[in-house]
Every structure is written in C-alpha cells, then in structure tokens.
C-alpha cells in the first residue's frame, strides 16, 4: 500500500469534536490520511472524557471502527495518572498538552484563559511555558507533544522571535529528545520553523496533527505534511504509532 500521512490528533463527539467516530473515519478516507480519533481526557476541560469508567467506554467504540486510539492528556490534570495499566495499553498512542502552565509560585495560567495574573510579564510565561514542558516530558509517558507552542491567548498575537528564543527553543527540543516524545506540527497553531527545524536537526521525531474539530478540520494534514517535508523530513520518519511504537505498550502502571 502507498504511504498515507497519519493524522495523530482529531476528536470526536466523544469530547469537545463535531463528527461522530465514524465520521472521523469516513471523512479521512476521503483525503487519502490514515485517521485518528484521540479526544480530550481530563477533568479540566469541558465536553471532556473526565473518569476511568468514561475512558474505557471510550476505548470500547473505537474498537469497533477501523482507527487509531488516540488520546489528549491535559499535563496539568491528575486523571492521566490514574488511568491503570491495563487502559493505558489499549491506546494505539497518546499525547500530551500544555493547556495550563504552571508559575514557580504553583498557579497555573490556561491556555484558553483571557485573564492574566497580575505582575506577569511575557519573559516570566515563556520561562514558565518551557518549565513546563520539561516537567511534562520527564513526567508523562506520552508520545507526542500537541501543539508545542500554544501559548495563553493573551499572547498569541505577540511576535515569534520575542516569544522563541534561541535558549528556549533549546530547551524544548532537548526535552523531547530526551523523553522521546515526538514534536507535532499542527494544523491550527503553526509553529516558527526555526524551531522544527532546530528539532528535527536534534533528531526528535514529527508527528502531523489536524488537531480537527470539524468536518473542515479534521485529517487535514496539508500545511503541517508540506512543512516537514519542506525541512528534509522523510514521509516515513513522521511519527506512526504502528510503524514506530508507542509507549503506552510499555506501560507498567497498576
Ligand atoms: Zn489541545
Ligand atoms: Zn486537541
């Protein structure tokens, strides 16, 4: 069979996505891309998969569809660490997201927040933001990392190169290599191409992710696959959970 892209990232009705399962499935098919569904599971998102007994039931209809079971674990929620080992190992892959960070002072800024703690300044999120990714990636025995640079709306019209400095482009990379974790380009948040290239010259595996949440987003893969490739990525290297494994195998949670 040709190769296919993989869209590692899309949700469903199960949490806070448009489609049903089966339409995940059926509108993938329709532009050649290998499908996912891997929804929000956390207690502090809304239209969320928010229990143990929710994950299961959630990983029991999609082991009626043809796809890969994917996941999107909120970093700074417990729930991934309670789910037991024989859950974990249901999932095809899982991912990780940054949807809060937390400040040395322990609170936590949300990525979907339109209010700031007071005193904050840019440099201090952004150290914050990589602070945190360090933690997720010693912490979390995830795949990929969604979104790498989402940050909180408040600062998403700021320029990149304020935001992505050298060091802290450094850091992140360094954390992924590391941990293994592949680094997704994303449909919705593109990220400064100094800092894929910066993680692709490091080794750290890519991974597409539509990130879709509607029949217009979701499996659309075009601008994140022409971004890889435009960087020297083989088709074959972007992060394939069947081709290239997955931790959740290796889970030895109780
Ligand atoms: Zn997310
Ligand atoms: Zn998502």
Redesign the pocket.
Known sequence: MNWQPVDC?AHSTFSDGALTIDQVVERAAVLGVRPSVSD?ISRD?SRSIASVDAVRAYLDALDTVDVLRGG?F?WHDALWRELPATLVRRFTHR?G?L?AVRLPSGTLVH?FSRHLPSGLTVDAYMDAHIDSIEHLAAEMPVDIL??PT?VTLPYRAIDPEVLWTEARETRMVDALYTAGIAFELSSRYTPPQSLVARAVARGVRISLGS?GHTLAQVANVVGPLALARSLGVADDALYDPVRHGSKTQQSDAP
């Open positions: 990232h929000h998102v999107e909120c991912i997201s949807h990525a969604a979104h989402l990130d």
